[in-house]
């Protein structure tokens, strides 16, 4: 930054005007140290996001292939995506089933574990330790790499279910088990939001399990009307987060399909497909649209859990 | 009377000692549970371990955890597994995640500055927007920003990876600072600026050192989500002389990975190692960052 002690101080009172200031000189008195500081994020916000969000948004219209000019196509790219694109669909199939099962297992599992931590366990910090660094490691390559051979078929996981008997197939190689290993990888990092409902459930007062349990409400009871209802809140954001989270993965199927999305695009998630489409074959305006309809669909998500969210997430009053 | 109380204390004293029973064994049977997750949890990690140090023919017959002799083969072969070695990989690694570091806690702190402690028109408006940029998948500017970086000529250096940090597009951070720097009283400043002081003179000495701990926050987490970033560099890179350990470690899964899985698990190791120090010595810090904020890991 190559801004220095002479800045003009904020607040006008530090410099009298100069007797006719014009409205530029008066504004800059009063909002330019803003700006300058802004000025980074400024630059970024218009060369980056903004400004290319709407060329993008363009380019969703045309047939831009990167090499020559874009053609305006009208909403053919989009036409195309809702009528006769199987490779959307199916990957639209694996997002929403990989969303689906990965998300709600992922928090049950969080929740359970945060709950036996949650009653001053002895060693909490080292479980709480264990328990999270596969969250902080999970998103490298080199776990999908392991995973990879984990689940093949002359894997770790074959091995072990050889000692029980069990001869089992190639699990990545084989499209009706491909996904649920993805699946278990995004359970196996249940450990951030795991913390995130330890720390909601430190928020809940000891003397309302007291008073519950003075009245003699079961452990079941005092989970389903007190630690449930008041951790909502949290629930809700975790759900969002992590499905926000899901709906762009990317790097595990990547890597263990060697960007393919195979076996018969058992694990095309829709991040994969659109990487295909717009650096694969270099259909750009197609990719655009795509991108789009991502952005619809992490949109209507959104909005939609946040409508239905005040029937469901209780707040302090 | 006295024996009514007496009564009451051996009822109670057997009632405790029963429920203390219970509760004792309660808690070993919480263990047990929690001892057999963590099993679960640790054992491909510590396979994978055990795996980069057994010599080739051995890695696949074992489902152990303990090498029967220790070879560093693996690490050597796989160290030179490609065309270029593992060094350029881990050097081109750390040169983009420090430069990412330095941008994201030089940009993200004066942006977060000028909208917790700065008057002008149009902050709220910003501010808005730059909450709203959070919101959008990348995928979104993707396309655009590719042909930018294409028409600068940056593909295949390391600028479009790092210099997007300098422009503060990290909005999370921003967020993140900007709750922080709020949390520090307003009075500082104000005797600051009835000093003399000017807004870069309460930036530099008067917030940047009261916030270590959110920029500690920030500089671990950009340097660990630099480090695994796999998708900027596969659209980024493609000279093998400029990838990142993340991209040989795909190139090596692809080429070699069925003839030389001990060198593939070696480079897989070392490639964690990083952000396995990270976490050994802030692990506090990760904890309470996620904890507080809800990053998502």
Redesign the interface.
Known sequence: MAVDNTLPASGATSRPAAAPASWWSRFWAQNGSGYLFLLPWLIGFFCLTIGPALISLYLSFTDFDLLTQPDWVGAANYERIFTSDPKFVQSMKVTLFFVLFSVPLKLVFALAVAMLLNKGMKGLPIYRAVFYLPSLLGASVAIAVLWRKLFAGDGLVNHLLAYIGITGPSWISNPRYSLWTLIILAIWQFGSPMIIFLAGLRQIPNDMYEAASLDGASRWRQFVKITVPLLTPVIFFNAVIQTIDAFKSFTPAFIISSGTGNPINSTLFYTLYLYQEAFGFFRMGYASALAWVLLAIIAIFTAFSFLTSRYWVHYDD | MTTDVQRLTVVTGADDAGKRLRRKVL?VL??I??VG??II??Y??L??LAASFRPENEI?SS?SLIPSSISLDSYFRGWNGLRVSFGTFFLNSFTISILSVAGNL??CS??A???AR??????GF?FA??LG?L??????????????FLNLGWVNSFLPLVV?K????DAFF?FLMVQFFRGIPKELDEAA?MDGC????I?RKIMLPLSLPVLATAAVFTF?WT??D??GP??YLSDQRTYT??LG??TF??SS?ESD?GG??A???L??VP??VF?LFF?RL??EG???T????
Not at chain 2, 294 to 297: E, T, Y
């Open positions: 808690s919480a263990h549970v929690l997750i963590s949890m640790l491909p990690l396979w994978m696949f489902t030089a940009a004066v942006t500055f000028a909208f700065l008057e002008f028109k149009g902050r910003w927007l730059m940029t919101m959008l998948p990348y995928q979104v500017t993707l396309i655009p920003q590719y042909v930018l997007p300098f422009l503060a597009s921003i600026m000017g807004p870069w003179r930036y660990i480090w695994d796999f998708f596969l659209i350990v993340t470690l795909r899964v692809d990975a899985w593939l698990f480079m897989s190791i490639s964690l952000i396995f976490f692990q990760l904890i996620i904890a507080t809800g990053m998502k890991r």
